[in-house]
């Protein structure tokens, strides 16, 4: 028991260890990198299509599924650069997947959209600068109390599909109650990606930060 426990210690400091290498490099290059992550069908995907164009600088999108291009034939038919990697089964991308993917040319801005959980990927660094979790309405209030790692390690936090809110019984008060329990400093941002309401304000955050990085 105590030698799997070690084992998998020595996993995640190697992991960390390459994740910290692939952010120094993108830094040194002025590259600023989001991770996204977010239950299947959160919204993703077409978060990412409308808040893209809204950017200062170009982007690149790398998206993890455990199948199909589905994501970024959708991204590529929109004009943004954007690159499929299928896990075939594991819950999560690592950052040798990352790195084996960038392209030569890369500037500005790059995201990666994970494989859709709350779990394996919160647990995983992959060199992003900041983690961006999307939530959405139809999951139910209480997910910040039974997948607090994903809402703990996020740096900004949004809560989509909120146009269906009239027709659910989602308690905003206890959702913001359980997340700040873990987090008490992310932004947390109503959006819509039917509408692109919030959009904006997610841009400005994001631009925000990349100026700061700099500093
Ligand atoms: N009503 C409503 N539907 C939305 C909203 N945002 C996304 N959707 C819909 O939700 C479905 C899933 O959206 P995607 O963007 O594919 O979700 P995803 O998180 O990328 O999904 P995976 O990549 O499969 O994990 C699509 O049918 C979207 O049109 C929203 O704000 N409101
Ligand atoms: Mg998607």
Redesign the pocket.
Same mark, same amino acid.
């Given at each position: 028991m105590s030698k799997k426990i070690e084992i998998f210690e020595k996993i995640l400091d190697k992991n960390e260890q390459l994740a910290a290498e692939l952010n120094a490099q993108l830094s040194a290059q002025n590259i600023f990198f989001i991770n996204v992550l977010?239950?299947?069908?959160?919204?993703?995907?077409?978060?990412l299509?409308g808040l893209l164009p809204l950017l200062n600088e170009p982007s690149f999108v790398i998206?993890g599924?455990i199948q199909s291009d589905?994501?970024a034939v959708k991204l590529s038919q929109a004009g943004i650069g954007a690159v499929q990697i299928n896990t075939g089964g594991a819950c999560h991308l690592e950052t040798p997947q990352i790195k084996a993917v960038l392209p030569q040319d890369l500037q500005g801005y790059l995201f990666v959209?994970n494989?859709?959980n709350l779990v394996c990927p919160a647990e995983f660094l992959i060199g992003e600068h900041h983690k961006l979790l999307?939530a959405?309405v139809t999951e139910g209030s209480d997910k910040p109390y039974k997948y607090p790692l994903a809402f703990e390690k996020a740096d900004i936090i949004l809560l989509? =599909? &909120?146009?269906?809110l009239p027709y659910l019984d989602f308690d905003i008060d206890f959702f913001t109650e359980g997340v700040r329990k873990l987090n008490p400093t992310a932004p947390i941002i109503k959006?819509?990606? =039917? &509408?692109g309401a919030g959009f904006k304000e997610v841009a400005y955050w994001i631009t925000q930060k990349k100026l700061q990085s700099k500093l």
């Open positions: 977010g239950s299947p069908g959160a919204g993703k995907t077409t978060l299509l998206e599924d589905i994501d959209e494989i859709g999307l959405t989509n =599909k &909120t146009d269906l959006v819509c990606g =039917k &509408t």
